[in-house]
C-alpha cells in the first residue's frame, strides 16, 4: 500500500490525551496526531528520531530544557534521547510526525 488516510490506518490513544494514526515503513514511520484540549503527554525519552510540523492549533512543547508554545507550520527535530512534552492549550491542536527509525507505537 503506497497511500493512506485516516480511515485506513491505525488508530491508538494517545497518553495524556490524543489520538494518533499510524503509518509504517521499512525505515520510517508518519503519524498524524490530534492533541486534546488541555492534554498533558507525560515527559519521556525514546532513542528513535523524531521530526514534526504544526498543522492546526498550538500547544506548548517541551523539548530537553527549552519550552515553546507551537502553532501551524512550526517545526521541530527531536534527538533520540532527549526528554520532551507536549502541554494541550483550550482547543485540539493536529501536527505530523516522523520517526526513524520505526518504533512500536503503543510506547510514549
Known sequence: MYSYEP???Q????????????????????MLLELHPGAVVPLHSHPHEQ????????FDFIIG?????V???DMYIIPG???HQAIGSDRKAVFMDVW???REVLLD
Open 7 to 9: 480511515s485506513t490506518m
Open 51 to 58: 521530526a514534526g510540523i504544526v498543522i492546526e492549533g498550538e
Open 11 to 30: 488508530k491508538h490513544e494517545q497518553e495524556g490525551g490524543g489520538t494518533r494514526y499510524v503509518a509504517t515503513g521499512d525505515r520510517m514511520m508518519i
Open 71 to 73: 502553532k501551524p507550520g
Open 100 to 102: 526513524s527509525p520505526p
Open 81 to 83: 534521547g532527549v526528554p
Open 65 to 69: 530544557t527549552e519550552r515553546r508554545r
